[in-house]
């Protein structure tokens, strides 16, 4: 491994940590799940996207977004509307007063194609629109809000804000966004049949890669002096400034890559689970995200993975037996984190981990013994690099 | 940035000292609700000097250096550095100019090993992809060495800075705002909090740094204003009250009157 390939794997620990993952995401949950639950996963995965750049803008930028699921909704509406388009071709809407446009619209009194879809005829134009519309969107928020030095709380309550116009807009506008049902329906892309199993297991593969991608991405940007300027902006942000940098293109720039991770998840959630409705841009999904953040712990891009796995598993056990319990449950177990576990579970293994290093240590005749074949009920607890580690 | 440095030390190099002043404050006013903590103050720091400003508290010290380097809006007046106009400047603008500040507390970032901190300041990948393709190349490595030498702290380059003592955590403010080369280097107190040793260190460290640059100090300790000032100026409600050598602002009874005491 040479030094540059070290530095962005934060090491032999970190290759070890990024190769579990890897081998959890690719070969262990294949392998021993069946097609519906491994497609529940894969859902579960298109919101680590969006944990893992939180990580990034919350862990290490400091900026608490509390309004992600705007970008992981805007990613899903481009790749729903190009896949609603796909479906509503002429034959199959042959009964509808226009043919040829999507259902709700005609439902709508709408009889052509508004000027807003028609570029998501182009499959092109579909796949840059999924990054580089949340992308834009999160450069106008970050120049408007950093800028003017608007921080901290001020800047989570804006980013709420955000979350809850989007989501008002999207459910008033029902002719143009299928309102308050989303945007349902969803059969092919390309015309290759998205719901089917086998679909769905490569859908699922191509989900884990770019997860997988996007955490070398953050990995690279975390190793570089961008990272480390970060984490200085967060002790002492007047000393980055006087230090002659422009503190707010840096926190313009995190928060646009957090945005585009986000809006990548949101295109594979709409592929894999095939819709996308409001339910996932407003206030509630974007704290539910901040919580898998916060649990796998923000300071780690690998952590995240496993807390939005480990939060989802618990959200879909709980909901499924005791479905009134499930929001106390989530709002006790975010309590419990900021209380106890500041680092999340990132954090608690990486204590445990280094206590147990020294324990091997002393004793030389231990072996380490990793168990991944219970990974598939419960994520495998993982050491996991931790800031200081990472920029090392 | 770099030419401005360039054609300064070419002056200083050519022996003659230019006129102008490296730093020409004048007609400055800034007003926070009517209260004018700088009132129509004019001040002017020649290339190569160490200026100590002193005074009271609330005489306006710190909020002379936040004017210039952009952490306040001035109210009215100008700031000339350089021949440039500074008040209209943005902060990260006005320390690329050559402009370097030292807060009042040690301002380091703590997550950081001694040698990230300094290597920080190295001016160079100052921007979003410049920074994320900056490599730590020999000349930074060489540089951030020599300046920890200059700062005492060469045997702690991988030591986290929060675990440094507090006088070694104001060296290490100072060798950063080195790291970037200022024209003008502005300290707040810089040995606030210091022991006595340390604060000879210090005054022999400023001595050594003040060589080719111009030094503005806020200082209280007058026996540390001794020993390095070569010109002080006393600021009382926003205005200067006096200006001169340490010796005649300390027999001039109207500063004895309102901060030297007895």
Request: net charge positive; aromatic share 8%; proline share 4%.
């Amino acid at each position: 491994m040479n030094a540059a390939m070290q530095k962005l794997l934060g090491g032999r620990a970190g290759a070890i940590n990024l190769a579990l993952l890897a081998g959890l995401l690719l070969v262990v949950f294949p392998l021993l799940l069946e097609p519906f639950r491994l497609n529940l996963m894969g859902k579960y995965l298109s919101y680590a996207f969006v944990a893992v750049g939180l990580v990034l803008c919350w862990g290490y930028g400091g900026i608490l977004s509390l309004g992600q699921g705007v970008f992981f909704g805007i990613g899903g509406y481009c790749m729903a509307m190009f896949l609603k388009l796909e479906a509503s071709d002429p034959v199959s809407t042959k009964i509808q007063t226009t043919p040829g446009i999507p259902d709700f619209m005609d439902w709508n009194q709408i009889t052509s194609l508004p000027l807003l879809w028609q570029p998501f005829q182009s499959f092109a134009f579909t796949l840059a629109a999924v990054i580089l519309a949340p992308t834009l969107f999160a450069l106008l928020i970050g120049n408007a809000m950093f800028k003017r030095r608007v921080g901290d709380v001020y800047f989570s309550i804006v980013t709420q804000a955000i979350a809850a116009i989007l989501t008002i807009l999207i459910i008033g506008q029902q002719g143009l966004t299928g309102g308050v049902n989303g945007i349902t329906d969803l059969k092919t892309l390309l015309g290759w049949d998205i719901r089917s199993d086998s679909a769905r297991m490569i859908l699922y593969f191509v989900n884990a890669g770019l997860l997988l991608g996007c955490i070398l991405f953050g990995k690279y940007i975390l190793s570089s002096k961008l990272g480390r300027l970060l984490m200085a902006m967060r002790d002492k942000e007047e000393r980055v400034r006087f230090s002659g940098y422009d503190v707010a293109s840096f926190k313009i720039f995190v928060f646009c890559v957090a945005a585009a991770f986000s809006a990548i998840g949101g295109a594979m959630f709409t592929l894999q689970v095939g819709f996308m409705s409001p339910s996932f841009v407003g206030i509630v999904p974007s704290i539910e995200m901040v919580i898998f953040a916060a649990v796998g712990g923000r300071m780690s891009l690998l952590g995240a993975v496993y807390g939005t796995l480990l939060v989802n598993l618990g959200k879909t056990y709980f909901s499924e037996t005791f479905p009134e319990l499930w929001l106390f449950l989530m709002g006790g177990l975010f309590i419990a984190v900021v209380m106890y576990f500041p680092n999340g579970l990132a954090g608690v293994v990486d204590t445990q981990g280094r206590r147990l290093l020294q324990a091997i240590k002393r004793r030389r005749e231990v072996k380490p013994k990793p168990a991944p074949a219970a990974a598939a009920v419960r994520p495998e607890p993982h050491r996991t690099v931790t800031g200081l580690e990472a920029t090392k | 940035m770099s030419d401005v440095i360039s054609s300064s030390n070419s002056r200083a190099i050519g022996g003659i000292t230019s006129n102008r002043p490296v730093l020409a404050i004048e007609g400055l006013t800034v007003s926070f609700d009517g209260f004018k903590a700088v009132d129509n103050l004019n001040l002017y720091v020649d290339r190569n000097e160490v200026r100590v400003v002193i005074g009271p508290n609330g005489a306006g010290k710190t909020t002379v250096l936040d004017l210039i380097c952009g952490k306040t809006a001035a109210t009215s007046g100008s700031i000339r550095f350089n021949e440039i106009e500074l008040t209209k400047m943005r902060e990260h603008e006005i320390v690329r100019a050559g402009v370097g500040r030292k807060f009042q507390t040690p301002s380091i970032y703590e997550s950081l090993s001694v040698f990230e901190n300094l290597e920080m300041s190295f001016p160079r990948g100052r921007m979003v992809l410049g920074a994320l393709t900056f490599k730590r190349s020999p000349d930074v490595v060489e540089r951030v060495e020599k300046v920890a030498q200059e700062i005492f702290l060469a045997d702690l380059l991988h030591q986290q800075a929060d675990l440094l003592s507090h006088g070694q955590k104001q060296w290490l403010e100072i060798g950063m705002l080195l790291m970037q080369e200022p024209e003008l280097l502005m300290l707040d107190e810089p040995v606030a909090g210091m022991s006595v040793s340390e604060r000879e260190k210090t005054a022999e460290l400023l001595g050594r740094i003040s060589q080719g640059r111009s030094v503005v100090v806020i200082e209280h300790d007058m026996e540390f204003v001794k020993s390095i000032a070569h010109k002080v100026t006393v600021l009382h409600q926003g205005k200067i009250l006096a200006e001169g050598s340490m010796e005649s602002v300390q027999s001039n009874p109207k500063v004895i009157e309102v901060y030297l005491g007895h």
